[in-house]
């Protein structure tokens, strides 16, 4: 059974988890989604890569480039597959933002696009990070897809149903609680206020 389907079977049985509803914890799914597919799109490739060049010596001949290492193995290897899954996510983000009946104001777009960047920031730079074992070791390939599969995929979820090292974890050692955990929280918690508003006036 794969991750998307998992997902989805959780919450045919479930109408909420750990006081997220469906709609919540598909924004936070779709949050990982969309940032994961857009870093992916320029690092995913040239990272995997990136043991095998080493391995070879090749990576000696990106240090004669006029260009920075980095900058000429991203540009060679442009992942264009993960533009599908970038479509995607914004499609369901569309559904999701529509199910949740949000009320979007100037700052909330811009805190949400600020969300977007960072977290897409985060994704490449763990993606990065991984990948740049290689100089020191053998194989860094495994690195790379413990650090994109197997860490990230506990994000798909709320981290507070996970145990206290686990959370600890995903928050000051591998920051992936910050991708879309704690952003997706303050819209919760906005919009739960909304909802419980009483007006005051006469």
């Given at each position: ?185 303050v819209f919760k918690i906005f919009y739960l206020g909304v909802r419980r508003y009483e007006s005051t006036g006469t």
């Amino acid at each position: 059974m794969t991750l998307q389907q998992l997902f989805w079977v959780i919450f045919t049985r479930f109408e909420m988890l750990d006081g997220w509803t469906f709609n919540e914890l598909l924004f936070l799914y779709n949050t990982n989604l969309l940032t994961y597919a857009i870093s992916s799109a320029f690092f995913w490739g040239p990272m995997k890569e990136l043991e095998n060049i080493v391995r070879s010596g090749d990576f000696d001949l990106y240090l004669t480039k006029p260009i920075p290492p980095l900058r000429l193995l991203v540009l060679r290897q442009f992942g264009h597959t993960f533009i599908a899954h970038v479509i995607l996510a914004v499609i369901v983000f569309v559904i999701c933002f529509q199910n949740l009946k949000l009320q979007w104001s100037f700052a909330h777009v811009l805190f949400f696009v600020s969300i977007i960047a960072g977290a897409t920031l985060i994704h490449s730079g763990l993606i990065i990070i991984a990948a740049s074992c290689a100089f020191r070791v053998v194989r860094s390939t495994t690195i790379v897809d413990m650090t994109i599969y197997a860490v990230r995929n506990f994000i798909n979820y709320p981290i507070s149903i996970y145990a206290r090292s686990v959370q600890f974890a995903l928050t000051f050692f591998i920051p992936y609680a910050f991708v879309n955990y704690f952003p997706s929280t303050v819209f919760k918690i906005f919009y739960l206020g909304v909802r419980r508003y009483e007006s005051t006036g006469t």
